[in-house]
């Protein structure tokens, strides 16, 4: 308890702030002398907080203007970065920042050594412009993470923190209206040359995204994660626009616990990397004490965690049956074994994005519950998404093959997509097509990717903090020594999202019709029902092709 006491005193007793607006305490960037002050959006183009002065021996001063203490101080349009010069002086001397304000959150890290790959005590201090909490200490463990990101040589750092009580003990809460939970993520978007694309395709997948099988059964759980814009100072160093967001895990996706009687029930796998993550070769043996295995990593349950092992085995299953079933068998049980219309809107999303890291790699396959054959099926969830819409993680920005818009090497994600397509023929190419005709209208439309890196780039623009995060990181190694420019990257995803939907139209033979997207047949009360290659169906999964009475209905 003392341990963390320590940290608690180290951020709030050595803080630089003597003055404060609107009650928020000012953040310092001491190798530029500058300060931030979080705001509300609203008063962005004609701010004039109440300043509140440490003492009465303390002299304030904006752009030459005395500051009276406990008064309202106008400076007006305060956006896009506007500086003022601050200049106070007390019985030591005199000192002079440059001032801004933004409506964006910070979050401060304070730490008394260097963050490693281990857990280790800090505080953490999140502004806001909300007025009735304008402001939260927390204790956390905090380490660095990633994987090519978190080399030695990399600088723009991402990091992990679990929320702790005084005694150190795991401790929920809920920032920014997402979920209550202890352990939180900030995403530097470290190689993205505009920082925000895995934070935007977070969004467009939860936006888009068929529900999993499940989710009737939990209404709770979320099929990916919610992020939030903020400002990141380490100490009194400004380190730029970062994504806090929520992890993917058991619990954001509702996966059953394990149980001392029933064994294993919820499973959670992330790909990190293609040794066999895309199946398109058979299993090797594994190990359930081993937290990797073929390039996956156990994220539930990990050995040691709630069981004293994992379970490969479904997972073993699912890529023997990928791999090796002859055309006949796959036909008919693939959808026993994956969530198709989930995996089928992955493939859409992926190819849209031009996610070439994103093809069998960076992402998460669950089971709700293994106990059970009918909860026992493979559901996809997203993941790291930062190379995409035109990025590659050399930082190509140019007309090169990789990220060029019409690039054809993200149309097969994996083996299972591979064989749908080669062994469903024309039927499968249809349903990706009808499908995509019903994105197209809305979430796959032009304008609607275009307006998400637009509302993201005004968000950064109107609060000055495209021109810090230039400020810092421009030219740096982490980007190959490239500018960053929020400006021109805005116009170069613009065209390139023209491009990329141009291609995907003609791949999926779209045609803009002006007609609203036909709604599927809900799902019927009762009846005989069968596949389209006249099988008897006694559990059909939502958006499989059923035949009902002698229709083609879509099942919901």
Known sequence: MRHFLLFFLLAVTCSHARIRFNGQEAFLDQSTQSLLVVTDSSSLYDYAPTISIADAQTVVHIDGKQVVANQPFRFGDVSKGRRFTLTIADNTGETTYHLQFSSIPVVQIRKADIITNDYSAAVIR???????HPEDTLLVEIKRRGGTTNQESRHKRNYRFNVVDAQGESRDVSLFGMREDNGWILDAGQIDLFRLRNNICHGLWLDMSTPPYYAS???????GCHTQVVEVFLNDEYRGIYSLMEPVDRKQLKLKKFDSKKGVRGCLWKSESYDGTGMWTAPQPYDNTQMTWMGFEAKYPEPGDDADTTDYRLLHEFITFVHGSSDNMFRTHIADYVDLPVYNDYVLFVQMLNGMDNCSKNMYWSVYNQTDPSTSIMVPTVWD????????????????????PDNTQADNISN???????????????????RYSQLRENHFSISSLQARFEKAYQLLSANGADVREEAKWSGDTDINGQPLDFKSQLAYIRQWIIGRVTYMDNKYHYTPTGIRPVVPTPRPVSSVLYNIYGQPVTHPQPGQLIIQNGKKILWR
Do not use: H
């Not at 999140?126 to 009735?132: E, L």
């Not at 059964?217 to 099929?223: A, L, Q, V, Y």
């Not at 930062?386 to 093959?401: A, E, K, L, P």
């Not at 299972?416 to 009808?434: C, F, M, Q, V």
């Open 416 to 434: 299972i997509d591979y064989r749908l397509s080669r062994t469903y023929g024309p039927k499968y190419d249809s349903l990706l097509s009808a």
């Open 126 to 132: 999140i502004a806001t412009a909300d007025a009735t």
């Open 217 to 223: 059964s939990e209404p709770k759980m979320t099929n």
């Open 385 to 404: 998404m930062d190379c995409t819409f035109g990025q590659w993680w050399i930082n190509i920005v140019d007309d090169s093959s990789y990220v060029r």
